[in-house]
């Protein structure tokens, strides 16, 4: 069924309806919501459903993040946005039969674009408090039941003197330390401008005390390094290199400025576009960060969306969950850029984080059309995943006949067998064309 918006609806109202427009509004944007999520031949939600909209157009579910903890439970977490009394809080599920049902545990207020992790014997989560608000982390010791309130620099409140900004990305230890990227963000007009940076502590330290926190110095990207719609990258990666060096790998759009020539510039040039990711140098100490434009811009598919790069120590290879963008035909204007793609969920891996490839294709659907945010109501995005032996377990923000694409109406579990082994032909089917039944 396809999407009409408000404006187009009234073209096909008589004039006597037209006139009573503000009340008609309503009911007839209700009605076509109501038939496009009773749409039949999207069939069943791929993977197993976490969590579910109970009102599509008011409540979106996003920033899943998934963690096993030590006794083989699983925990995940997600926001709710959109107009609804809830928008805000943080919800922590739990699955107990390595993620074939789910049950809510708890539901956070002022907690937002968080990451689940373990350490220390106890479950944390570690995000900002709203969009643009303080970073603060919270733990529980009985599974993510209950959780510490972030109340002050000695309960969580680790950075009140800024708007920030994250993804649910990883939470790492290295040499003796953790570490989470962050970004400030500070907002040029209609621009999302983001100035990245890495928080660390010692690991061993108080996590719920600001003090033991070190901030880096914070890096913004600029046009003359990537002449671009926006310079902007976000959602960093902390992530060991194989000489042991700690980086920051960030998400970076790529749609061309206007009148911009669609190659890339400079050091980007050879890289193919909406595949460029950034990558910081972080120091040992975790005081500096740096961006060096000849060498920092590498090749990353997936790199138009948010993504989770973890290491493997039996493959010797770091791996990624990614969107995958399989259609470059569509046009170069902002609303119909390659970069709204979210329709193909691809496994992809890399030995020296610079030459990725692909292996497999998770979840797919009608992975040849133009995707346009407006109209495009399939996407799964933001997966967050974690090894599981010889499987890897992720978790989606998935819009499944959603209002668009972006404004996702589920959180769904997704289990890959035998990772390490699958190929590009072991992918499963595209379900536009073979509907889950």
């Known amino acids: 069924m396809k999407y009409f918006d408000h404006f ?39 993977g197993t459903v976490i969590a579910a909209s109970s009102n599509s157009i008011a409540m979106f579910l996003s920033s899943p993040s998934l963690a096993i903890l ?6 995940a977490s997600y926001d709710i946005s959109g107009k609804n009394p809830r928008a805000g809080h943080t919800v922590i599920c739990t699955s107990s039969d390595r993620g074939k049902t789910w049950g809510q545990l708890a539901e956070l207020t002022s907690q937002h674009w968080s990451t689940l992790f373990t350490h220390q014997d106890a479950l944390w989560l570690l995000g900002v408090s709203t969009k643009g608000g303080r970073i603060q982390i919270r733990r529980s010791t009985d599974g993510g039941a209950t959780w510490t309130t972030p109340e002050d620099g000695k309960s969580g409140v680790l950075a009140a003197d800024g708007k920030f900004h994250c993804g649910p990305t990883p939470v790492i230890v ?49 046009r003359e390094w990537l002449n671009v719609r926006t310079p902007s990258w976000l959602e960093g990666n902390a992530v060991v290199t194989p000489s042991g060096a700690l980086v920051d790998i960030l998400r970076v759009e790529s749609h061309p400025a206007p009148g911009a020539d669609l190659e890339l510039p400079g050091a980007a040039r050879n890289i193919p576009r909406f595949e460029v990711a ?32 973890r290491y ?19 046009g ?28 497999y294709r998770l979840l797919r659907y009608a992975e040849g059309s133009v995707v346009v945010k407006a109209t495009s109501q399939v996407g799964f995005q933001y997966p967050d995943w974690q090894f599981d032996g010889e499987d890897i377990v992720a978790v ?5 006949g959603g209002v668009n694409y972006h404004d996702a109406n589920h959180i769904t579990f997704h289990r890959l067998e035998h990772f390490r082994t699958l190929t590009l032909a072991d992918s499963p089917p595209d379900l536009a064309g073979n509907p889950v039944q």
């Open 8 to 46: 187009h609806l009234a073209k096909f109202m008589p004039r006597s309806v037209r006139a009573r427009w503000p009340i008609v509004l309503v009911v007839v944007t209700g009605l076509a919501v109501s038939a496009l999520h009773a749409d039949a031949p999207l069939g069943k939600v791929p």
């Open 70 to 75: 030590p006794g083989g439970n699983y925990a």
């Open 174 to 222: 290295h040499a003796g330390r953790i570490w989470r990227g962050f970004e400030e963000f500070a907002p040029k007009g209609n621009a999302r401008i983001f100035a990245a940076f890495m928080l660390s502590a010692p690991a061993n330290a108080d996590l719920l005390n600001a003090a033991s926190w070190t901030r880096s110095t914070a890096v913004t990207s600029k």
């Open 278 to 309: 950034a990558m910081l140098q972080i120091s040992k100490d975790g005081r500096n960060a740096s961006f060096d434009p000849a060498r920092g811009f590498i090749h990353f598919v997936g790199s138009e969306s948010k993504f989770t790069i």
């Open 312 to 330: 493997d120590p039996v493959s010797r290879r770091y791996w990624s969950v990614v969107n995958r963008i399989t259609n470059r035909r569509s």
């Open 332 to 359: 170069m204007d902002f609303e119909h850029s390659p970069h709204h793609q979210r329709n193909v969920i691809s496994l992809t891996s890399s030995a020296d984080l610079r030459d990725w490839q692909e292996h």
């Open 396 to 400: 989606s923000r998935t819009s499944w």
